[in-house]
């Protein structure tokens, strides 16, 4: 079953807002990656984060995997309304590239 | 990145008949395939995956005899839905990684609405 506990669920955020975004888990991931997805189409990677306490940003968004490896955070700042869409982490508990287990989702709304 | 394609983005099929989705990897070969389930507003549940030449393994409560799965060469996986019945609606998408990356590449998904 489900092992990530993303949050939040939801955020309404007026544009230019800075937003941030979080997923912790039991147990110990080797891998964290960050996806979004649009309505009706497939995850799109955003980040990949390969080492504990590794911070790698991309753009205007940021993520890190925490240093117990069991939980990593993703920042979007200045959003603009094409941020808007569901926001996933995943983790891997492998490096050689084992199946992913997802987050519930975070769902970001931008308010022009 | 590398491109994954899936076809058809959607299907509407009858109660009782058969579907088949396909996942192609255009640009590069993919040694393992993962095929995903996501009802509405949850997240996506991995249901099998297959590696070129070999047979899938199914995740715990997924039907192997529903959800066929073939992976006959590097760069086409099928899943095909037997008996496709109301509960069976939903948006199915495939991941495609190579041996020597661990990131795995997304097809835009298959929306099937079966009737």
């Known amino acids: 079953g489900q092992q990530l506990n993303q949050s939040p669920q939801s955020m309404f955020i007026q544009e230019g807002e800075d937003v941030s975004m979080n997923c912790t888990s039991s147990?110990?991931?080797?891998?964290w990656l960050w996806y979004k997805q649009d309505p009706g189409e497939g995850p799109v990677l955003l980040i990949a984060?390969?080492?504990?306490?590794e911070l790698t940003s991309n753009g205007r968004l940021t993520a890190q995997f925490g240093i117990t490896r069991k939980d990593s955070f993703l920042n979007i700042s200045a959003s603009i309304p094409s941020d808007v869409g569901i926001y996933f982490c995943?983790?891997?508990?492998?490096?050689?590239?084992?199946?992913?287990?997802f987050g519930e989702g975070t769902q970001l709304t931008v308010n022009p | 990145g590398a491109v994954v394609s899936q076809h058809p983005s959607w299907v509407i099929c009858k109660s009782g008949t058969s579907v088949k989705i396909e996942c192609r990897s255009l640009?590069?070969?993919?040694?393992?395939m993962f095929w995903y389930r996501q009802f509405p507003k949850q997240s996506l549940m991995l249901m099998a995956t297959?590696?070129?030449?070999?047979?899938?393994?199914?995740e715990q409560g997924v039907e192997k005899d529903k959800f066929l799965i073939n992976h006959a060469s590097l760069t086409l996986s099928t899943l095909t839905v037997t008996s496709a019945h109301p509960e069976d609606s939903s948006f199915y998408i495939c991941?495609?990684?190579?041996?020597?990356?661990?990131?795995?590449?997304f097809g835009q998904g298959t929306r099937l609405t079966v009737v």
């Open positions: 147990s110990i991931f080797n891998t």
């Open positions: 640009d590069f070969q993919a040694t393992t």
């Open positions: 995943a983790g891997q508990k492998e490096t050689s590239g084992s199946r992913l287990t």
């Open positions: 297959s590696n070129e030449g070999s047979k899938a393994t199914y």
């Open positions: 984060l390969y080492k504990a306490g």
């Open positions: 991941s495609a990684r190579t041996s020597w990356d661990t990131e795995a590449f």
